[in-house]
C-alpha cells in the first residue's frame, strides 16, 4: 500500500544548492578547464576539483584547486557594489587544512551571478581568520570565464614552468598616426635683422603687435605661414621683397634642410593649435602637456573612446602615502609628437606620456622614477585612453563657440582588426590604485574643447 501520507519530496535546499554547483560547473568548463564534482554522499565540504588544462590543446595539468559552493537566495549586506558572506568556523577550519588552493563561490538562486575568493589567500592574516567575514566585491571577484588567468596562477606552481598558448580572440589597433589633411596653402620668406626668437618676441610686446607664432628664423630669413608683405609684418622684416612660396616646394621637397625647415613650421602650427585647449610645450622634455589650472584643481576632460564616452583627469594632484594632508606630486597627461612623411603624405606621430611637477610648474626631481612605475603598470587600455584622449584634442571640428584652425588640420587614426591578440592580463600586474584628494566640487570639468 502506497503510503499517501508521506509522500517523497526533493529537498529545495538541495535544488538551490545543486543550481549554485551547476552555474560553476558551466564556468569552468567555458574556461576550457575539466571540472569533477564531488560524490554527494561524501562531500564534506568540497562540491568540486578544477583541473587546469590548455585551453588551446586541452593537454591536462594534473594541477587542481577545490571548490565549495553557497548557492543563496539573496545575500548580506548587499549594495550595488558589494555584499558580504560569514563562513561557518568548521567550514573554513576544513578549507585551510589541507594542502590544495580552495575558493569559495558563492552564487545568488536562479541567476547567473557569481563570486568568488581564494579562501587561503583571503585569511592569510589573524585578524580576517577570528571574524570569519567575506567582503565581496561584485567588480572585482565576479566569477566569469575571464577567470581563467587568475584560477591558472593560483592552481599551478611557478617552479613547473608551465607554458599555456594563449586563448585565440580578435584584437583592435589604433594607429599612433594622424594623417595631415590641412596645410598651410603657401609659406612666405623675407629677410630680418633679427637672429633670435626672443628678439621678435620683446619687439612685439614693445609695439603692442598682434603676431601669432607660426614663423622661424632660419639665418637671416624669417619663414611664416602668414603673409609677411601685410602688416604688421612689414616692422620685423623686409615686407617689400617677402617671397611666397608654395607649400609643395617644401612638403615635398626631398632637401633634408628644406623638410626640417618645414616640420619646425609644422611644429610651430601645432603649438598655436592646442594653445587654446590649455596645452602648453615643454621645450626640455619635448613634449606637450597640459598646463596647471590656475588654482591647482584637478581638469577632467570628456572624449568619446572607441565604443563609449569616456572621461580622464589630464591635470591633478596625487596625495602623499606618507604624509597626511601633502600633495606629493602633481600628474599632467602629455605626449611627445614627430612629424613624419610617407610616400608624400604628412603624419603626425603621438606618443603618450607623463610631465610630473612637484607644484604644478616646477618638473618633480622624482619625475623619473614616477614615469617609470606608470608604465611599468599602464596596461595597453590606459595607453590607449591617453592616445583617444589626445586624438581628440588634435581633430576635433569647428564649433559655434570655436573655429576651425586654418593652418593644420588631422584625419582621426587608422583602426585596424587583427585576427590574433594579446591579453594584457596574462603578463602585466594590476596597476596600482593611486589616492588623491579629489572634492567633487572642486572639480574642473569640461567637454573637451569647451574649456
Known sequence: MTDTLNPKKIDRRKITGQLGIN???????????????????????????????????????NCILQVQSKSLTQFTAETNASFEFVCDERDLQYWLAGNAPVILVVSRRNSDEAYWVAIKNYFSTHERRKERRIHFDKSSDHFTESCAESLRKLAVPRELGLYFSPRPFEEELVSNLLRAVRLPTSLYSAETAFRFPGQVWSHVRANGLAVSGEWVLHGKQIVSVHDLRKAPWNTICESAFAEQIPIDDYALSNDRDMQHLFVRILHQCLKEKLSPLWVGFNPDRDFFYFKPTPK??????????????????VFGPYQSKTTADRNAYYRHSAFVPAFIRFDDVWYLQV????????????????????????????RNSAVLGQLLMWVECLTHAATLYATEYPFLGFARPDVFTLPVGLDD??????????KRPIVQEDIQQARLFDL
Open 23 to 61: 552555474l560553476i560547473e558551466r564556468i569552468v568548463l567555458q574556461m576550457g578547464y575539466g571540472w569533477h564534482a564531488s560524490n554527494a554522499e561524501l562531500d564534506a565540504g568540497i562540491d568540486g576539483i578544477v583541473e587546469i588544462c590548455d585551453p588551446a590543446t586541452g593537454q591536462a595539468t
Open 351 to 378: 606618443t603618450p606620456t607623463y610631465l610630473f611637477t612637484s607644484d604644478g610648474y616646477k618638473e618633480s626631481r622624482y619625475a623619473a622614477e614616477r614615469l617609470s612605475g606608470i608604465k611599468k603598470l599602464e
Open 296 to 313: 591647482l584643481i584637478p581638469r577632467r576632460l570628456s572624449y568619446p573612446s572607441l565604443k563609449e564616452a569616456a572621461t580622464r583627469v
Open 425 to 434: 592580463s596574462q603578463w602585466l600586474p594590476a596597476e596600482e590604485d593611486e
